[in-house]
């Protein structure tokens, strides 16, 4: 079939819109794809400013700060007693570190301050009672501790030199030495030292309900240093020799009423600790009690070492020095040196009479418990 010029013309025509309609397709492709790609490829426009506040920082909970311990509750957390109780002190002057003590105990070491031109007057419960010295409410070792949520403050009383000088107390210190149980009493020689033991209970009762103020060794001290304010109705109770009469029959009765008393031990014959908590134990030397080449005691006999030396052994075995009783009574210039050597404070004699400010600290005097005595004569004695 011949085609003529005209189809021929036709067909090259339909070629040409044919090319130039795919150069068209291809390019508006490349063109889109290109479009496509700096869309995925540019960076992100600004954010246009917008007036909205930005969401806050939560803010971190501060730690807080631990209160710190005051000195009484440092004590007790360095404390394992589970009955400790930090004792503080205040009052006029008084700048005292607490201390710890065992509550139900006895006060172990209370201080003693001491401030010229003032007399101390002990501790008490309330600054009114420490105003007033009130006897009633006067604190000292002779007292159990007692606390609350393991504190205790305690006040100090004062007083003048004057005043205390007026008071003019003259403090007894009673000397006992064995109990009966018979109402007639020993018929021996030492018959006198012999205290019926109703009897004793009954002195013991006079001095518990006439609430007498009962001092320590170290506030005798004191007191004759003129240092201490001690009060008229004050009362020593001391026993000789640690007879086995004395442990089975009186101590029993102090500690019922809870009165403290000293038991002079011969350190040689008994070793034993203490019978109840309310009974210091104190040196009547350790083998000094026997006589010597005169007759009388060691203690007139040996040299102030010897005596030292005794003493020292002594109070290894009690565990305290501060105050002796002269073995029978006995005394002189060599057995106080001797005394000092030992770095014993006070020495008990058996002559007759009362403490006093000034009194001889190694000559300390006595009133003799006999057989018989009443509760009227016992009154007639301390007041």
Request: aromatic share 8%.
């Amino acid at each position: 079939m011949t085609t003529t010029r005209a189809q021929r013309r036709r067909r090259a025509s339909q070629r040409v819109r044919a090319r130039r309609t795919l150069v068209a397709t291809l390019a508006v492709a490349l063109i889109a794809g290109a479009v496509t790609a700096f869309a995925l490829t540019r960076p992100e426009a600004p954010t246009p400013d917008v007036d909205v506040a930005a969401p806050a920082t939560p803010s971190a909970t501060p730690t807080p700060t631990p209160t710190p311990l005051t000195p009484a509750q440092k004590l007790l957390a360095g404390s394992t007693d589970p009955h400790a109780c930090a004792v503080s002190f205040a009052g006029d002057g008084i700048a005292l570190d607490p201390l710890l003590e065992s509550e139900g105990s006895r006060y172990q070491s209370l201080p003693i301050p001491r401030t010229a031109g003032r007399v101390f007057a002990g501790w008490y419960d309330t600054a009114d009672d420490a105003g007033a010295l009130t006897t009633a409410a006067r604190i000292n070792g002779a007292d159990l501790v007692a606390c609350t949520a393991r504190e205790r403050v305690l006040h100090a009383g004062w007083t003048t030199p004057e005043r205390n000088a007026a008071e003019d107390a003259g403090i007894p210190i009673l000397m006992y030495h064995q109990f009966t149980q018979k109402p007639e009493g020993e018929d021996n020689w030492l018959r006198g030292n012999y205290v019926y033991v109703p009897d004793f209970d009954a002195q013991m009762a006079h001095i518990q309900q006439g609430a007498f103020y009962l001092p320590t060794w170290d506030e005798i001290s004191a007191f004759i240093d003129g240092a201490l304010f001690l009060p008229k109705h004050s009362v020593v109770i001391t026993d000789d020799d640690a007879d086995s009469t004395w442990l089975q029959w009186a101590a029993p009765i102090v500690a019922q009423r809870q009165l403290l008393t000293t038991s002079f031990v011969i350190t040689s014959a008994r070793t034993e600790p203490t019978p109840n908590p309310f009974v210091l134990q104190r040196s009547h030397s350790h083998d000094m009690h026997r006589a010597g080449p005169n007759g009388k005691g060691r203690m007139v006999n040996d040299d102030a070492a010897t005596i030292a030396a005794d003493l020292e052994h002594s109070a290894q075995i009690l565990g305290a020095k501060e105050v002796v009783a002269y073995p029978f009574g006995h005394y002189d210039e060599r057995t106080k040196e001797g005394v000092r050597q030992a770095g014993f404070e006070l020495g008990r004699t058996i002559e007759p009479g009362y403490v006093r400010i000034g009194t001889d600290k190694l000559a300390l005097p006595v009133i003799r418990i006999n057989y018989g005595t009443t509760v009227d004569e016992l009154a007639a004695k301390i007041g």
